[in-house]
Every structure is written in C-alpha cells, then in structure tokens.
C-alpha cells in the first residue's frame, strides 16, 4: 500500500514538471492529497462504526485503485486535483483500519514491536517506492498499472484473514485551542513539520528535475532522504531520552534551517546534493516524534486520545498549506525556493520556540522567587498568619518574640503573658498551633 502511495507521489510531481505545468499545480496536488488525509479521518471513523474494518479497508483500496488509475484517462488538472482528494481520502480510511487493528491485537509486552515494525515497514514502502521508479526513465503509463497492482494486492491479506474483528472506533474528541495554550512548542513544530514534509514530498521531484537530474538521480535522491529519516529514529529517541525535548528542537530546527538555507542559495550537485538530502532527511523527519513526545510528556493520560486527534489535524493542516506556499514561491523566485521556504519555516520556528521557552523559564524563575522568600500573604484572612496573634488583648507581645525566635518559654513568661490560659483553652490551642506550624526564621544572636 505504501509502495503504492510513494510512488504515485513521486510519479505525479516528475510527470506534471516534464509536461512543463507550473509548481502552483504541483503544490496544489499534494495539498489536495493531505486535505484528503484531514477528511478521511472523519470519515474513516463513521465507515469503521459502521461496516466493520475488513469492508471499509477493502472500499477505501478500490476507491484510491480506481482514482490512481483515473489520472492515465484524462490530463485535465482540475479532475487531478479531485482524484488526488479522493486518494487521500482513501488512504487515510486504510490508515486508521490497520493501526486501530494492530492497536488492539497486539499485547501489551508487544506492542512497542508491532509498531516499531509498522514504522520500519512503512518507510521501507516508500523507499521501495522512489526504488521502482528508476526502472521507468521514461514515465509513461506503467508506473500507474503498478501503482493500481499495489492498492489492489493489499486487500488480499486483509480479506483472507482468520482474525477477528477489533472494536469499533470511536471518534476523539478535539481541544485544539487548550492543547494549544499547553503544549504550544509541540503542536508549532508539528504544523511547521507538515509544511515541510508535505513541500518536499510534492514539489522535491520538481525541484531534483530542474537542477539537471535524471530519473535514477531522483530516485536515489528521494530514497537517500527516506531512509535517513528511517534510520535517525531510533538514535533520535535515545537521545531525547538523555537530553531535554525542548531543547532537542531548538538545535534541530536550527540546524535545519542552516541546511535548507544553504541548499537555497549554493548551486549543490552531485554526490555532495544526496549528502545534504540525507541529512535534511535525519533533521526534518525527526520533528514530528520529537515534537509528539514531548506533547505526552505535559500531557495526563486520560487526555492523551485528545491530544492524538488534535497532533494529527495539526499536521494536517500544516502539509496542507505548506505545498501551496512553496509551490507559489518557487514558481515567483525559481526552483531553489522550495528549500526557501523551508529555511523561512525554520526561523519562524525557532524564534517561536525560542519565545515560548524563555516565557517558561521566567514564570518557573518568579515561582521559585515566590517560593523562597521570608514572608507570602497566603489570603486576605489575617487568622491565616502567626502575626496575627500579636492582635489578641489576652497575648503578651513577648510571647510572641518567644515563639517566633524558638525560645524556650518559662513558666514566669507563661504565667504574664497569659493570665486567660485557664479561661480560654481552645483559643490557646489554636494559637499555639498558628505559630508553631508557620515559624520565621531564627533570628541571629547579636555578638
């Protein structure tokens, strides 16, 4: 399926830059393609509650199969841009019928397997994808016969499965607007990784066709990418393990957009091109996981079902705009202006990032002033401060010097200062408990 979905991608943007269409276009079918994604969710959700997981996964394939091969009918962008709604839309149905089974079927001493292999094996489709493209130079109509064979040869292990259905969904609330005030570092970071990733899906075939490459080239560039993505997961998140998130992001955009900036400006090619793109690859692919967990790491766990509906709309959002922004700055500024409007991206990020954190450390550092100091009014009530005990008529002021110095009181002391003791006990108590419960500071003895 996947296989399926990155070779589509690919042959769609190499296809619309050979026939010379203008990158506005090609923008705008990506941006249809993650809308797509943003609708399917809803809709994913109904279709499941309502026919069960097998039947929706098997519609949803022959809806994107039939849309994939629609583009081989007719040229017209206008209907492009539906199909590529329809396919999102598709997609994203197939999406939460395999990762809502997996969820479910997998044991709970199993589960960080199950999905570490559904990670590994999703980027390994996509490399496979940009792979199979290489031995199709010319384009043509081939790579959607096989793009249709892959999204119709997924339903198969689907349909023969002797597994039982899982549990229907049922929809995630959203906050978008709380989780924004809380966890605003993770969700900037991933509507800023939607933008970037959703650009550099749709428009970098473009972008690699016009700096001179040649199919293979592209194909090894957009699979040097992927795989780097691949393999900085998991160093990724040991590191954010041994050194804080917040932090992680800052260095990472920064480096990012030093990167992207470079590769706007310089004319790179060959060898040293597919070494950026390898790199751009471990910075820009590992946002969205960085970002997410630090969203958990804020967030308590009866939120978190919430939190995962408002990350993936986010990004959504993000992949959805971003395409169309760099499409309209490459086609105004030229080619390179696809790594542009990723080093824009980034300097907007890291200065938000940057803002946010310092915010945080002065409410941390007031709170802790707060904290320390010698004296806090707690509330307008004064029975709430030791002080207070200096207003009673039957307390003696010495007792009180006594009490907040820690000295010990002596019978004679106890006797003068509170000729009301035997009358009135209870009061006593009380503020005796006061002052001892809130004792200042002893006081240094004068040499």
């Given amino acids: 399926m996947v296989l399926g979905a990155g070779l589509l991608t690919t042959y769609l943007g190499l296809s619309l830059a050979a026939d010379g269409i203008a990158q506005l276009w090609i ?22 509650g309502r026919v069960g997981h097998i039947r929706t996964f098997v519609a949803s394939a022959g809806m994107v199969t039939a849309s994939a091969l629609g583009h ?20 994203m149905c197939q999406y939460m019928v395999l990762e809502s089974w997996l969820n479910e079927q997998a044991e709970t001493n199993q589960r960080g397997t199950v999905f570490a292999s559904y990670m590994i094996v999703s980027y390994f489709g996509m490399v496979a994808g940009q792979t199979v493209l290489s031995f199709f130079p010319e384009l043509g109509l081939k790579p959607l016969l096989l793009v249709g064979m892959c999204y119709a040869l997924c339903i198969v292990p689907i349909a023969l499965t002797r597994r039982i259905h899982p549990a229907p969904l049922h929809l995630a609330p959203l906050k978008i607007l709380p989780f924004w005030r809380q966890v605003p570092q993770s969700l900037t970071t991933i ?7 959703g650009s550099f899906y749709g428009l970098a075939p473009a972008f690699a066709a016009g700096s001179g490459l040649s199919t293979k080239e592209i194909a090894l560039f957009m699979s040097a990418t992927i795989m780097a993505g691949l393999l900085a997961q998991w160093p990724m998140g040991k590191l954010s393990d041994r050194i804080p998130r917040s932090r992680l992001l800052r260095v990472n955009s920064a480096l990012l957009g030093l990167l992207v900036l470079t590769m706007a400006i310089l004319p790179i090619k060959g060898p040293l091109l597919i070494g950026m793109t390898f790199c751009f690859g471990i910075l820009a692919f590992t946002l969205y996981p960085l970002a997410t967990a630090l969203a958990n790491q804020h967030i308590e766990a009866q939120d978190r079902v919430a939190l995962s509906a408002t990350i993936l709309l986010t990004f959504g959002i993000g992949a959805t705009i971003g395409p169309l922004i760099a499409s309209g700055m490459m086609q105004l500024l030229g080619n390179s202006m696809l790594y542009g409007y990723m080093a824009v991206a980034c300097l907007i990020l890291f200065i938000r990032l940057q803002r946010v954190n310092y915010n945080q450390k002065m409410a941390k550092r007031m709170l802790a002033q707060q904290q320390s100091s010698d004296y806090q ?24 010097q006594q009490q907040m110095r820690n000295e010990p009181l002596t019978d004679a002391t106890a006797d003068i200062a509170c000729p009301a003791a035997h009358e009135a006990e209870a009061d006593t108590a009380v503020f005796e408990a006061s002052v001892t419960t809130a004792e200042l500071p002893q006081q240094p003895k004068a040499d």
């Fill in 72 to 91: 081989a009918l007719t040229s017209d962008l206008q209907i492009w841009l539906v199909l590529r709604l329809l396919v999102g839309t598709g997609m």
């Fill in 191 to 197: 509507l800023m990784a939607g933008g970037i990733s």
């Fill in 27 to 48: 923008g705008g079918m990506m941006s249809a393609y993650y809308l797509g994604l943003v609708l399917g969710s809803k809709l994913g959700h109904k279709l499941i």
């Fill in 377 to 400: 009014m707690a509330s307008g009530d004064l029975v709430s401060s030791p002080l207070a005990a200096a207003l009673d008529p039957r307390v003696d002021e010495a007792l009180v």
